[in-house]
């Protein structure tokens, strides 16, 4: 295994709903080839361990005893400042990614002060909607034409990516401050949408289209912790407020 680099602990690989535990086991294995220790399964049961252990081989095999596991997405990201999704796949609702070496020069400023995720979907189809929602940025490989990787090749070609911008670009790179967590920036969004809920401004044919562009623009504006406490305080105002006038 290279040698390992501090700024390596503050990244995570972020397995969502993976169909075969035999690819877990070999994501650990790129990921402990490439100095990363952290890796995450989001899923509705745990994964046979043994199935897993066989793909990561002993020199991985840790990383699968270590490996994090929560059945739900949101609360598997809340320790996280910046949740990178990866994806193929295009569509009218999908913002462009960018190659992951062009994701590494955005997030290399970050990576001394914030917890970074790298979100890889199921083998079959990918990172949902849903799931690319707590998003900030998307990261998709450019192939020269049939784009079918599979989950194993994803994560091997992030993780190079990853060890590469760490151990040889992040010395001329000027750190910037902490971010607020998916943690402070989820319970946020839970107050805006009530906010909107509340004064009609959310409609079914249109709810999923307004919160996907209100992400978007917050996601680009890079809040911190202080600044996700102000809008939620606003927002919780905002509702104690429209609820007493409701009242009387």
Known sequence: MPENHPLLNNIAIVLVNPKYPENIGSAARAAWNMGLT?????ANEYPDHERMV???THNAAHLIDAMEFHENLRDALEPFSQIIGTTARKGRHRTEGNSPREIMKNIMPMLAENQIAFLFGAED?????????????RSAIPTAD???LNLAQAVA????????AVVHEQKDVTPNPKLASSYEVEHMYDYLESSLQQIDFLHEKTHNYYMRNIRQFFGRIQLRSKETRLLQNIFRQFLSHNSTAKNK
């Open 38 to 42: 952290r890796l995450i399964v989001v």
């Open 146 to 148: 049939f784009s079918s």
């Open 157 to 164: 070609i992030h993780c190079y990516e990853i060890f590469h």
């Open 54 to 56: 066989k793909l990561a």
């Open 125 to 137: 189809r990918g990172l949902t909607n849903d799931d690319l929602k707590y998003c900030q940025l």
